[in-house]
């Protein structure tokens, strides 16, 4: 209870007396949390993620989507709660923020957790290279150039 009190008295004056407004959502969150760092780390049930799991009138939501209802404000549907500090099992209400299905995205681009996409165009430019360098040997072994070229046009309209 020694940490819960520190990290509520931290905690913007607004955020804490919005969170006093619902004690038993309070005591809930404040027994499962430690402190790392700066981040709150969520040490209830987890996803396999690394995303903690809360109850919230009788289901389980996201522990950091919990944290900003309870804190700072309702999320609504539509949105996500990310994080500022990109640790999925981070509670801290001063590390998130809220975004779109879009913003979300382009946070992951932007911090490289999109590596699926990026093979495959990895794959597209690697089939790209060879074929140039076939021909490019092809040539080299003395094919003129107008057939090398006729022959990847052909492989190009098969394609
Ligand atoms: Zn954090």
């Not at 940490?3 to 004056?13: C, D, Q």
């Not at 360098?133 to 309209?157: D, I, W, Y």
């Amino acid at each position: 209870m020694k940490l819960a009190l520190k990290v509520i008295e931290k905690m913007h004056p607004d955020w804490a007396k919005r969170a006093f407004r619902s004690k038993d959502k309070l005591s809930y969150f404040l027994d499962r949390i430690a402190a790392n760092g700066d981040c709150l780390d969520w040490v209830g049930c987890k996803h396999a993620a690394g995303y903690g799991w809360a109850k919230w009138h009788g289901r389980m939501i996201r522990a950091h989507r919990y944290s900003y209802d309870l804190f700072v404000g309702p999320v609504g549907e539509k949105l996500h709660v990310m994080h500022l500090c990109d640790r999925p099992p981070c509670v801290n209400p001063e590390h998130l923020k809220l975004g779109t299905a879009l913003d979300n995205q382009r946070d992951m681009v932007n911090k490289g957790r999109q590596g699926k996409r990026a093979g495959d165009n990895n794959k597209q430019s690697k089939l790209t290279g060879a074929l140039v360098l076939n021909l490019r040997k092809r040539h080299t072994a003395g094919e003129s150039f107008a057939s090398v070229a006729r022959s990847s046009g052909r492989q190009r309209r098969n394609d």
